[in-house]
Structure formats: structure tokens, C-alpha cells
């Protein structure tokens, strides 16, 4: 992957906002609510930010936000990264357990929490790290309030060297063996891809700078954090709302004539569900990005029909910074319905192969695992070195972990998925996670987990058990169980109760049979 001519020197996120601030001071960087901020004053937040944190952590530490979206969220955010500091975010949705984990894993030396979230906070136990709250009345005598926190900090840029190699996310993917793994991603991951894709001649690609763009997707994930950050990185004017509402979005588009809008499918479909929708002028809109998990075409062609704008599917993951591979608006075209099913084509300096089981790269049509190869590649786990050196080839390579195969003309067509995650309404579920979590109940004596289709979520998780002798079956107590110990979306919505789990010779659940009658009749293993 070669930088473009001219383009030698990759920035940070701290220098890259400068050029802005240079370029277009004056101009609007967020709106919250009745809130809006240039880019001049958020320069100045973001430095104050930076010289809070810098006096009391050191270059590299982590710095945990817990809460929903924000435009305070996102000047932390620019502000860690200001300070060569490293941001994990966490999804509001978990369990405090399992908040607790990260904030432990992370080795969090502060952690920013917003209002709404904050009850949370006691049931995590002992803290180590100080808590600060952005807004409102202190929920804890012994935390910070923001506005005290930063107080006393200069507006001048930090006093801090780092290049842009310098990890900026951490953000924590679910685990195949049970705990989730911190997936780390540096600034030139971000600012390098984004010069490439300005040298490329692929315009719906390209953010211009002032262009509004939605946020509504969760901080936690990588469409909302690593959103933010790409948006503040073309220029954009970035509507923030605290969590996605249809009939919110549906007023930003029309009130902020909004240009871009990147929801995932389940999302697409409340909206276009929503009452106003048939009312709502799309006029606004050029291009409306889709992805994370894969789109019904019955789904896309109403999207097409309703929004009347340009339409583009993209495939990534947490770990290659989302997007690095794009269907375009010219393949979203009814007349060539096989193109619908298809993921796209390698985005612009995106190297793309499928590998086999015996280690050889296939050739077109046939089925393997997809491996990707981007400037956007993730430097590795956070504590996980196994982890890295399984995901990572030392040429750069990225096994996704899933099934697809390439035609002749380069689509990537997503077949199944090699790990057993599921994907519900673009939610990342584990089964070894939910499943060691259902092993606890008192009447469970083996388990598995599944994801079989759902119409709304695209998938649900499903759960299989084992009882114990003389165990009544009660699916209601145990998904209540579950549900005191875990976030709501990895749950199971539904539990069989059978005799034995289905197991290869080397005790290996057989999660594949215990799928398939679920998906009989369905083209493809994924919803």
C-alpha cells in the first residue's frame, strides 16, 4: 500500500484537526442538541483535554469513556488523541460485570462516564483509576466533576511528540474464548487510508470538507467512536444524536440537510417503518452507506425506492477500522440482482484473498476464508499476542474469519461465517461467551449457542441445553439468568432443551447441525 504522490508525511488526528482549524476555523464541527462548536472552540476544548490528561498520564496510557454519544464524547475523544493517549470506549449496553472486565483489561488510568450512565458505576466494585462526569449533578461524592477536571488546563497544544503510528482505539470485540479482546488501531491506520482514498478518483467515496454526516450509532463500536474520529478527519459538520431515533434521524435529514447517512440494515428498516418516512423529504441526501451485517434485498430495494439517493454497502471490521471493502452505487442496480447479494470490491489500497484449509489461496468461485490486507489493519490486541500472531500474518495479512469466495471480477460474496459469532442488529455475539454464562445455572449441565434468523435483527441467539436429572425445563428462568449477568442483545431470545449436544470426536460442539434446521431454505448461513 503506497502513499499517493505528494502525500509522504501520514499526520495525527491532532495535526490533521490544526489544517482545519487553518482552513475553516470558523465553521461548524458539532451539534448536539441545541449545542454547536467550530472548529476554532473545539481546537481549544480538545487541547485543554490533552493538557488535563498529559499532567497526570503518561503518553500511551488508556483512557476509558463509558456513556452514549455526545459532542463532550467526542472532544475527549479528539483530546485523548491530542495527548497520544488511547481511548477505549465501551458500550453502554453490557453488563457491569463485563464493563468492569474491560476497565480492569484496559489498565483504564482515568475513566469519563456521562450522567445517564453513572449508577452504573458502583456496581463495578473498587475502581483504581479516577472517575470523571461530563455533566450534570455528581452521582459520587469521590469523583471529578468535568468542568472542575478541566478547569485549570491551558488551550495551548500539548507538549507531547508521538508519531502517527501511535495507537489512538481500543475497542473491545467479543471473544471466541469467552472474553472480549481490545482491538488496537493507531492514527495513521485512519489519516494514512484517508489520503489514499483522496488520491483516488471514486467521488462517493469522498467526504468534502463542511459536508454534514450523521452520528447515532453507538460510541462503543467502531461506527461510532472510529466514525467520529473520520469525520472530524474529512472536515464534516457531524449531527450527533445520544442513540439512534427514527423519527430523529428523519429530522436531521430534512432540518440539517444531511448529505451522508451510514446506518446498519436493522436500523434502515425502523427508519423506513417510521410513520413520517412517507412524508420526509430524502432530497438532501446523496449517497446512504449500509453495512455490518448483511441487508435483505427485499430490505434494499424499498431503501432504493423511499430515500431516492445512491446507495453503497460496506464490509470491515472493528479490527480494519470498518470500510475496506465497498459495493457502489452503479452495482446497486435491480437489473443485476446477483450483484445485491454481493459484499463489493476491494476499496482503493485493499489487497483481498480467499485462502483455503489446506493453507493455498482458491481461486475464483470456490469458498474459503476471506483475508484482508489494508493500510487500516489494526497493530494488533491489546495483551493478546497469540490472538495477534492467529489474526495477523507478519506481511500484513488479516484472517476476517469469514466464509466468502471472489468472482472473476473481484465481488466478494460472504458466505458464512468460520467463527461462530452471530450478528444481531449488527451486534457482535459470541456463543463461548454466552454460553460460559448459562453453564452457571444451577440445571444446566451443557449448552450451546446459536444464531438462527430473526426479521427484524437479521439473526437472534438462540441457546441449546443439557438439563440435569429431574430438571423441570424453565427457559424463562435461565434467559433470566443470563440476562443478570450479561448485556440484553447477547441473551437468548429463545431456548430448545434437549437430550445430548451433538459433538465430533474430539468433543467439538457440532454447531453447524445444530443450525441448519433453522436456516433451511435460506441461500446463505447469514441473515
Known sequence: MNIPAGHTTIPTFGEAIGQHVRDRGTQVALRYGERSTTYV???????????????RSRLGERIAYLGKNSDLAVAITLGVAKAGMVLVPIIWRLAPQEIAYILADS??????VDEELAPLIPQLGALEMPVIQTEGVLASSGWTSFADWIAAAA?????????????VLQIYTSGTTGRPKGAVLSHANATRYRQIIEASDLDWLKSDPGETALLAMPYGHIAGAGQALLILLAGGEMIIHREFDPGAVLEA???????????????????LDHPRAETTDFSSLR?????????????????????????????GMTETWGSVVALAPQDHDPQRRHLLAAAGKAMPGVDMRV????????????????????PSNLIG????????????????????????????DGYLYIQDRLKDMIITGAENVYPAEVESVIYGHPDVTDAAVIGVPDPKWGEAVKAVVVL???????????????????AGFKCPKSIDVIDVLPRNPSGKILRRELREPYWAGYERRVN
Open 107 to 112: 489498565e483504564a488510568a482515568a475513566l469519563f
Open 468 to 486: 440435569r436429572p429431574g430438571a423441570v425445563p424453565n427457559p424463562e428462568e435461565i434467559i433470566a439468568f443470563a440476562r443478570e449477568r450479561l
Open 381 to 408: 490486541y491489546w495483551h493478546q499476542e497469540q490472538a495477534t500472531r492467529e489474526a495477523l500474518s507478519d506481511d500484513g495479512w488479516l484472517r476476517t474469519g469469514d466464509a466468502g469466495m471472489l468472482d472473476v
Open 155 to 167: 488551550c495551548t497544544p500539548p507538549a507531547v511528540d508521538f508519531a502517527a503510528d501511535q495507537p
Open 287 to 315: 449517497y446512504f452507506s449500509y453495512g455490518a451485517s448483511p441487508i435483505p434485498v427485499p430490505l434494499l430495494e424499498a431503501g432504493l425506492k423511499r430515500l431516492g439517493c445512491q446507495f453503497i454497502q460496506v464490509y
Open 253 to 271: 435529514i430534512e432540518g440539517h440537510g444531511l448529505r451522508r447517512l451510514f446506518l446498519v440494515p436493522a436500523a434502515l428498516k425502523i427508519l
Open 355 to 374: 485462502r483455503g484449509q489446506s493453507g493455498a489461496i482458491l481461486p475464483p468461485g470456490e469458498t474459503g476464508e476471506i483475508e484482508i490486507r489494508s
Open 41 to 55: 472552540e473545539l481546537d481549544a476544548l480538545t487541547n485543554r483535554i490533552a493538557n488535563a490528561l498529559s499532567a
